[in-house]
């Protein structure tokens, strides 16, 4: 019997598994290089989150997660299915250990697709971003006016009311 490991789990199945054996090594290396590069885009879009470049890459390690994820569970359910066929007993260790695995991927899939759902389009993270910028600039240049406006009144009532006085008394005085 050939014999290949899944995270902990041993599966023997009669004959030549592996080819089964080396796909799951293939997709576990991608889905962790995957999980990786997430995680080094996250902690730059804390520093950076309106970053256009950032943004786009998350959501495709997002979506190559997702995709490898499904091709995971699939090569599993294969490797259920061979267990199936070769006469293994449900109740074994085996597979429990492999439907368990199945399970916890397919929850796995789930919260990334979730995530992706959370993160939306590039284009709504940016306008989000460039929103909020706005509304700053909005609030500095309201402020600005304010400034500009008391300077106004107190000029008006410090230098034009004296001015117009003196004009008055010229006048007065001219007549």
């Known amino acids: 019997m050939a014999a290949g490991r899944i995270k902990g789990i041993t599966i023997e199945i009669g004959g030549d598994s592996t080819k089964l054996v080396s796909a799951l090594a293939k997709v576990d290396n991608s889905i962790s290089k995957t999980q990786s590069n997430l ?13 256009v470049n950032l943004l786009k890459d998350k959501q495709s390690e997002l979506s190559s997660a997702i995709e490898q994820t499904k091709q995971k569970i699939e090569e599993e359910e294969k490797a259920l299915q061979a267990l199936s066929d070769k006469g ?8 429990r250990n492999l439907k368990t695995q199945i399970d916890i991927d397919n929850a796995s899939l789930k919260d990334l697709q979730n995530q992706m759902k959370d993160f939306g389009s590039v284009g709504k993270q940016v306008l989000q971003d460039v929103g909020s ?26 230098l034009t009311v004296p001015i117009v006085a003196a004009g008055t008394t010229a006048v ?4």
Do not use: C, H
């Open 133 to 158: 910028k706005m509304q700053e600039i909005g609030k500095k240049i309201q402020s600005v006016g304010d400034s500009i406006s008391s300077v106004g009144s107190s000029l008006t009532t410090k």
């Open 88 to 95: 293994v007993d449900e109740t074994s260790e085996q597979f």
């Open 39 to 51: 995680r080094d885009l996250n902690r730059a879009l804390k520093l950076d989150p309106g970053n």
């Open 172 to 175: 007065a005085k001219f007549a």
